[in-house]
T-cell receptor
Framework: GENVEQHPSTLSVQEGDSAVIKCTYS??????FPWYKQELGKRPQLIID?????GEKKDQRIAVTLNKTAKHFSLHITETQPEDSAVYFC????????????????FGTGTRLTIIP | DTAVSQTPKYLVTQMGNDKSIKCEQN?????MYWYKQDSKKFLKIMFS???????INETVPNRFSPKSPDKAHLNLHINSLELGDSAVYFC?????????????FGPGTRLTVT
């Protein structure tokens, strides 16, 4: 099955600096890579995702890059703000057109990001 | 309007008891999931249902029995609770059909077994 590794497990950055979180996956058939943000005591929420036919995607201060050959993808947050403090999870999944409901997300182990004011 | 809701939010019970968690989504999605998040924050899928049919059943003890009465509801019943079952259980939903859509998570149910 799929295995997703995520680094670092904790990350502290000064407000205004950039943060980078990296993930690797094992199954070359995976084609969908979402990133979820989980604030303390809250539900995970999707912040950005990328599909395997795209190398980079950007949404305001966050961007995700994907290297299919190396099987790794990264989350970049620029101009960090205190409200970016949370646990971030990467995930990988395969899309099965004929097998509805089998879109199993395999999550990384999470990165606790702390923004220092 | 709450997209994915779960009840109860907190559940404290003793070892050996049986308990249920309920989940409802009003997004019109056809697929629902149960995830377990342990004390180290690791998120792992347990089950998925598509239109009331069980699709994913990870290696979960058969003390855990999901039930989907319709595609908007997915319940989780746990028999003979053990200390190791203490975790936060998240329900999620998505719309399948040829590509992967966002999975929307519920607020979670914190289960504590004493």
């Amino acid at each position: 099955g799929e295995n997703v590794e995520q680094h670092p497990s904790t990350l502290s950055v000064q407000e205004g600096d950039s943060a980078v979180i990296k993930c690797t996956y094992s199954d070359s058939a995976s084609n969908y890579f979402p990133w979820y943000k989980q604030e303390l005591g809250k539900r995970p929420q999707l912040i950005i995702d990328i599909r395997s036919n795209v190398g980079e995607k950007k949404d305001q201060r966050i961007a995700v890059t994907l290297n299919k050959t190396a099987k790794h993808f990264s989350l970049h947050i620029t101009e960090t703000q205190p409200e970016d403090s949370a646990v971030y999870f990467c995930a990988a999944s395969m899309s099965f057109i004929s097998n509805f409901g089998n879109e199993k997300l395999t999550f990384g182990t999470g990165t606790r990001l702390t923004i220092i004011p | 309007d709450t997209a994915v809701s779960q009840t109860p939010k907190y559940l404290v019970t003793q070892m050996g008891n049986d308990k249920s968690i309920k989940c409802e989504q009003n997004l019109g999605h056809d697929t629902m999931y149960w995830y377990k998040q342990d004390s180290k924050k690791f998120l792992k899928i347990m089950f998925s249902y598509n239109n009331k049919e069980l699709i994913i059943n990870e290696t979960v003890p058969n003390r855990f029995s999901p039930k989907s009465p319709d595609k908007a509801h997915l319940n989780l019943h746990i028999n003979s609770l053990e200390l190791g079952d203490s975790a936060v259980y998240f329900c999620a939903s998505s719309q399948s059909g040829g590509s992967i859509y966002e999975q929307y998570f519920g607020p979670g149910t914190r289960l504590t077994v004493t």
